[in-house]
């Protein structure tokens, strides 16, 4: 109720104005106004003061408080905070808000007292993965999992059993949280860094799952036409996505296997314990299939689900299974489809499914801000709406000839279709996704005579003034063979600029080309390599993902996944382009490769303003201007050496940089030269213990190619110097963001203080 009293006084400048009796209102307008904007100019005062009193009422309470407010909230139920990775600063900035919030968890202080009722019970750990590091959790006594010899007049035949080699499902859950064949007791701790052992009296290990659910819904699937017509796979860029279990979060313990975002296994899919699914079916596939669950698949025209009953799980590996006539089979581990091969082609098949990723990166049915200028102009395309194709909107667009445009997609479809974009000077054009979807455009072989990239090209302003309004906005002919050199007249800066946000493109690349000012592309993903193929290796790996052809004067690149980008700029008549790349992967499938450079050339004419990313390839350009917590896992070539810094930053061998602050593996380096001092090594004791320690700290991924789960996510075993090595404590790369070395510090400190006596905690990576 305050915080409306709130809005509505701020909408209502005259809201003293209006308490006058009506005689002295009309007394006012005789006199033009003068009491009116006295008043308006105290209300503004009563506004302020009115939204601090609403702000103090809501920072009474834990759940609405503002950020700043929970320590001392905490301090009232005798919390205390953890200032092992630094203590929190008060900033106000969006990103330093973040890590704030992870310092000291807004959900464990609401539950603290809760907490401590039940200090020492299993159940309150799994709930203190999920408030104190937001990972899902499951907690596991290790001590049930040893073998030991039972009393004949006590026995318990769920313990201690020997490995049956005819049980699949307990074959498939060694070494997981769902374990339960019995082990021989190991004395190691489970809590040491380098040789942890589980299987122990006092140990008890918390299975998180770090990452994350995402979905796509009502999406087409992929059509394997070089096996056969009736065979499709769940990802529309035709590589195998595993299908991940939509999680039903409860307040039971253990939690099972719906509970938690776990892969869908095929033993899992054709047979569920319903004991832990709480329903009477013995049958996995009605908890995981159908609609608002874990997957769905819908046919022909309109779309109809396929029945439950005709589902059935197979190895679809080399795609040799074969349906019978009444039977659609799915493979969730590769996330496969194989239809009877006797049925007439598929008339159309679209799937709903969950995959997994470690952080709101990319093209993705995620939340996420919009934003756009004050005053535009929305064309909205998707299915149900006015525009159904990307060319419509493109054509109206042209029509119209607003100043500032934004054209929205609605759904998370496939767009198949040429899109080449004409900028007019002074023309704004934003081609995104709707929140929470994730639209997919595919670019095919149209033209033969020319790329088939999405083109965007800017007009200067002769090119606008002389153009007709039926060749301009939509298409040009060729753009390659645009005449570029003359476009513009000397000093005439392009103004014109053109943003990409939340959508996927696979295919082909993007082409910027003409009198561009800048580009944006953010949460958006250009596919690595164009595409991928079953395996996830990129189709076209030689290939870039953005080509910028003396265009624009600056790229901004956040929260996004692209290939190579390849800068074709004259250096004569051109200043350097800006390129800005935050919280973003660039992959040019290599380290070997070219993530980053001018074909022909020395290096790029460009200057390049990174932070917090990840770069799979060679980086050669004019100048770094900033380089910060990223991760280079190709050598870099800096042609203007003296202009720039970098710092906190992993730099492969080779490399020809500015100057550098607290980077790795220069700080190991040192460190070894200065122990080889001290000890008097020899040299070539000295170069050995060079080597081992530049092995030591290089990055170490769980997945390097695109479309894998993991893809990018640093390994439990990379070096803590990379892990830990940011500026303030994170890791280094893209996912710097997640502060996942914050949130375990926090976790193991908590389970510390919760465990039951006599026992040690450890946390186990599940994901």
Known sequence: MTSQIMNTSRQNPDRLYELLPAVHRLRDADRGYPLRALLQVISEQVNIVDADLAQLCENWFVETCQDWV??????????????EVGEPSGAQKARALTRERILIPRREVANTVRFRRRKGTIAVLEELAEAVAGWPGRAVEFYRLLSFTQNINYLRLDRGRTVDIRDGDGLDDLGSAFEEVAHIADVRCIGSRHFPEFYNIPSVGVFVWRLKRYSVTQAPAFCEEQQSPNCFVFSVLGNDAPLYNRSQRTSKHPPGRLNLPTPITRRGLERFEASEAAETESSGIPYYYGEGKSFAIWTGTPRTLVDPRSIVVADLTDWTYRPLPTQVAVDPTLGRIAFPPNQTRRQGVWVTYNYAFSADMGGGEYERDLSQPANYKLYLVGDGEGLSRIGEALAQWQKDSPGDAVIEITDSGVYVEPINITLKPGQTLQLRAANRKRPVIRLLNWQTSAPDNLTIHGLADTDASNASPGNVGLTIANPASANLANAAPPNTEPTSWFTLDGIVVTGRGVQVLGQVAGVTIRHSTLVPGWGLDCNCDPVRPTEPSLELDDAPNCVRIEHSILGAIQVNRDEVREDPCRIYISDSIVDATSTDSIALGAPGKLCAFSILDIRRSTVFGQVQTHAIELAENCIFMGAIQDCRRQQGCMRFCYIAAGSR????????????????????????????????????????????????RYGMPAYCQLSDHCAIEITRGAD???????????????????????????????????ILYAS
Do not use: W
């Open 70 to 83: 929970v320590p001392y909230i905490g301090d009232l139920v005798g919390y205390t905070p953890l200032f």
């Open 657 to 704: 940089t500015p100057k550098r602050y607290e980077c790795q593996p220069d700080l190991v380096e040192r460190a070894v030269l200065a122990l080889a001092q001290r000890d008097s090594l020899t040299t070539a004791q000295r170069n050995a213990l060079l080597q081992q320690e530049r092995a030591r700290v290089e990055p170490e991924f769980n997945s390097a």
């Open 728 to 762: 303030d404590q994170s890791e280094m790369g893209a996912f710097h963001d997640l502060y996942q070395p914050q949130r375990a510090a926090n976790l193991r400190a908590r389970l510390n203080e919760y465990t039951p006596a006599g026992m040690t905690a450890g």
